[in-house]
């Protein structure tokens, strides 16, 4: 079993910045990639961000530029930093863990991020 929890959500004016935080813990011998998702209330879950083991990442196009995906893999932990915050990244953030290429997911339980002034 594997358990991926997240921390670092919270309230913040636009313009500010927050670092959300995702440890992945359990039966664990690899992991492919770690990303984050994000759902906001009335729409659907979305890509953020993902990173790879070998470090290749991909940023949803609303948010590059300003949010930055990382990674440790000694510790199966990723971290998002997020920067510029506007209204609309105000959502649910959640932290996927990808075991395999070919999926094996798990989630967090996710954080709240609002961004209000």
């Known amino acids: 079993q594997v358990q991926v929890v997240e921390s670092g959500g919270g309230l913040v004016q636009p313009g500010g910045s927050l670092t959300l935080s995702c440890a992945a813990s359990?039966?664990?011998?690899?992991?492919?990639?770690m990303g984050w998702y994000r759902q906001a209330p009335g729409k659907q879950r979305e890509l953020v961000a993902t990173?790879?083991?070998?470090?290749?990442?991909n940023y949803a196009d609303s948010v590059k530029g300003r949010f930055t995906i990382s990674r440790t893999n000694a510790k199966n932990t990723v971290f998002l930093q997020m920067n510029s915050l506007k209204p609309e990244d105000t959502a649910v953030y959640y932290c996927?863990?990808?075991?395999?290429?070919?999926?094996?997911?798990?989630w967090g339980q996710g954080t709240q991020v609002t961004v209000s002034s």
């Open positions: 996927n863990t990808r075991l395999e290429a070919w999926g094996n997911n798990y």
């Open positions: 990173i790879t083991r070998r470090g290749t990442t």
């Open positions: 359990g039966t664990i011998l690899s992991i492919y990639a």
